[in-house]
């Protein structure tokens, strides 16, 4: 995911030096906008193997399996909303449209992540309420940034709807600077985070029990 975006910029920096080229500006524009749908892939799967480490399924009000498929179906969907609508807005006749389509795969990835944030607060208060504080557990720690790393998600889909409501011709599309701090920043935040504090440290852990209970 931070290969795609690394190569996003670079066709980007590409793009800037030669705006006649088609083939740069389309893949600047998939290679940027598109991996966030890979990183919230990402977090569902580790929210469910979470929830499969505590040993109590039941504290989340979606069943572990079921939250890794159902959202991962939702960002699937986004992703190749976003991605087909990414491609036809380097095309002028069909600019319009792209850009519509581009913006329904954002409001999807909003849907889906504000939903999956909701419900993954909703597990780390159960989790509390039975046992003790999460950063007294060895996955509480890790609860805490997925839920960090989903409140960037949603703040960079919030500015990509917005940018892309206000068109070619809005004040955000216009200032380059907006992108860096809405985008580029939060994006790089996640890879951060997850390259410094990596699931597989705790998640990898084999026969802890996070309540005292047996997954059934």
């Known amino acids: 995911m931070g290969i795609v975006m690394t190569l996003g910029y670079i066709l980007r920096a590409a793009s800037a030096g030669d705006t006649t080229a088609l083939a740069p500006y389309i893949g600047q524009n998939v290679c940027i906008l598109l991996p966030p749908s890979l990183y919230a892939a990402t977090i569902y799967m ?17 069943s572990p399996l079921k939250v890794t498929k159902i959202f991962v179906i939702g960002d699937v969907l986004a992703f190749l909303t976003q991605a087909s609508g990414g491609g036809m807005m380097a095309i002028s006749s069909m600019a319009r449209m792209g850009q519509i ?10 849907v889906f992540f504000g939903a999956f944030l909701t419900i993954s607060i909703i597990f780390g208060r159960r989790v509390q309420q039975t046992k003790t504080a999460l950063r007294g557990l060895p996955y509480g720690t890790l609860l805490y940034i997925l839920f960090a790393v989903s409140g960037l998600i949603i703040l960079r889909c919030l500015y990509r709807i917005i940018e892309f409501c206000e068109g070619n011709d809005g004040y955000l599309m216009k200032h380059e600077a907006f992108m860096y701090v809405f985008d580029t920043i939060p994006m790089f935040a996640v890879q951060a985070v997850f390259h410094f504090y990596h699931p597989g440290k705790v998640l990898g852990s084999r026969g802890y029990n996070g309540l005292g209970t047996e997954l059934r």
């Not at 505590?54 to 504290?59: E, M, T």
């Open 46 to 62: 580790i929210y469910g193997r979470i929830v499969i480490y505590a040993g109590d399924p039941k504290l989340s009000i979606v």
């Open 101 to 110: 389509i581009t913006i329904a795969g954002l409001f999807i990835q909003l």
